[in-house]
RNA sequence: GUGAGCGUAGUUCAGUCGGUAGAGCACCGGAUUGUGGUUCCGGUCGUCGCGGGUUCGAGCCCCGUCGCUCACCCCA
């Protein structure tokens, strides 16, 4: 027998309906937003990557799948959505027809990672960005437009999480603190960490090892060594939010795995999924349109794991609303070859109808309508159709009505509203 | 890449000291004529992950291998 490949899954028709109901929320309220889709190829240059993740960070050192493309040089299989919405962006010069550009995506990132719970090898994301606005208001109403999201969906058990990363003004100084501190305690940092201080100090600041931890704790904090346009931006940020009474966490800590961003940065995090918190996580990125080649233009975006959300979602058994169900018991040739009819029509009518083709009893008929869950049973043996009549049945009240074959159809419709 | 745990029916699992497999659920049928969910009865279903070794005999012990899961790391 043929498997799937480590790290990969199916996602069978039981789970795909949360996830619909997820897709079609997201949709709706980001389109709300002034939000328009954007589909992107799941594959591109490989150095579109390592331009804009970063060539330090895990995900291009060792994450990649990567492959040749004849004489296009390496490819690769795209890690992360923000790098191709970028390139789309410029190379669309998008930043032409309109200065503030809203652009949402929804599809398979692919990582060769270890897999474990909540991690995949090929999972999905969905993600905003925003073009052209280097405003605190709309950091404030992307974080806003996310946590919506989460409340709409009902989704419990999560808490957002804001830092400001500075910009290339003041970020210097406080690397430059932050590296002088980690010399000094360089004999109880783990091997990870001695290693980041040299490539990346700021993600020392999220380590998880205690040693580390403790070495750390009177660590400098980004937020005192912002520059005033920061500093005001961040609060800008956080009053916005306060006052659309988003609750919200500063962690001061919190720094994201990519290289690209500056300013706001925000996760939103679970305690559902084992050693994978992050659910969403985004930030602002005002230099990577331009380190990408294109114009100097600002930008802030989020990415949500979907796998993830349906995950804790499934959890708390969030169940998407359900249309009611017809199943069609159809006694015997000569009724089978009626009612086959009147269950297509009632399905292009949008009424999901079920009706089982073989030779049943009624009561194994009955068996199979519990199975599917049927709100209604439209039964119809000799009996009815001599006397110009089906029986319909609720389900759940056990109440049956006696209907009259003309014009059947649209009367089933209006009885079940 | 590193570490740990687990692989037995469609599924969840049991299987004692080594004696060639069992239960619940699910599925199918029945319980006097054409009415579901509960109950009762019956039935179908296995390369015990795979390969080798020890043994008269292996689901069980040993070695290898593959797969899954969780964790480290990192992230969505």
Redesign the pocket.
């Known amino acids: 027998m043929i498997?799937l490949i480590?790290g990969f899954k199916d996602i069978l028709p039981d789970e795909i309906v949360l996830w619909q109901y997820i897709e079609d929320t997201a949709r709706a309220l980001f389109e709300d937003f002034g939000f328009r889709e954007i589909r992107l190829p799941i594959v591109e240059k490989s150095e579109l990557f390592s331009k804009s993740i970063g060539d330090t960070?895990?995900?291009v050192e060792k994450e990649m799948y990567t492959f040749e493309d004849g004489k296009r040089g390496n490819v690769t299989l795209r890690p992360?959505a923000t790098a191709s919405v970028v390139r789309s962006y410029i190379q669309h010069k998008m930043y032409a027809e309109e200065p503030v550009r809203k652009l949402y995506t929804i599809g398979p990132m692919f990582?060769r990672?270890?897999?474990?719970?909540?991690?995949?090898r090929q999972?999905y994301?969905i993600d905003a960005e925003v073009f052209g606005t280097a405003s605190p208001y709309m950091d404030a109403q992307i974080i806003f437009m996310l946590v919506s999201l989460f409340n709409k969906l009902a989704v419990q058990n999560v808490s957002a999480h804001i830092n400001s990363l500075g910009c290339p003004v003041c970020r210097p100084d406080f690397q430059k603190a932050l590296f002088s501190l980690l010399e000094s305690q360089k004999d109880h940092l783990c091997e990870?960490c001695l290693r980041?201080s040299e490539k990346n100090p700021l993600?020392t600041l999220?380590?998880?090892?205690p040693s580390c931890r403790n070495a750390l704790k009177d660590a400098p904090s980004i937020l005192d060594f912002l520059c005033g346009d920061c500093q005001s931006h961040f609060n800008t940020v956080k009053d916005l939010l306060t006052r659309q009474n988003i609750p919200f966490d500063i962690d001061k800590n919190l720094v994201?795995?990519?290289d690209y961003y500056t300013r706001t940065a925000f996760?939103i995090l679970t305690t559902s999924l084992?050693?994978?918190?992050?659910?969403?996580?985004g930030g602002r990125y005002d230099g990577l349109v331009e380190a990408l080649g294109g114009p100097s233009q600002p930008a802030i975006g989020f990415?949500?794991?979907f796998?993830?959300l349906a995950e804790i979602m499934a959890q708390n058994r969030t169940l998407p609303p359900k249309n009611p169900k017809i199943y069609i018991a159809a006694?015997g040739d000569t009724c089978r070859n009626l009612a086959w009819g009147w269950a297509s029509d009632l399905c292009l009518d949008g009424v999901q109808t079920e009706m089982d083709f073989e030779e049943?009893?009624?009561?194994?008929h009955?068996?199979r309508?519990?199975?599917f869950h049927a709100d209604f049973v439209l039964?119809l043996?000799?009996?009815?159709r001599e006397n110009g009549h089906a029986?319909f049945?609720n389900?759940?009240s056990?109440e049956?009505i006696s209907v009259p074959l003309d014009d059947l159809v649209p009367q089933l419709i209006k009885i079940i509203g």
Do not use: H, W
Request: charged letters at 40%; glycine letters at 10%.
């Open positions: 498997q480590k960070t895990d995900i992360e990582r990672e270890r897999p474990q719970k909540g991690r995949y999972f994301q990870n980041r993600r999220d380590c998880k090892v994201r795995g990519l996760e084992g050693a994978q918190n992050a659910v969403a996580g990415a949500i794991g796998d993830r006694l049943r009893s009624l009561k194994s009955m068996k309508a519990d199975k039964i043996g000799d009996n009815e029986l049945r389900m759940e056990k049956q």
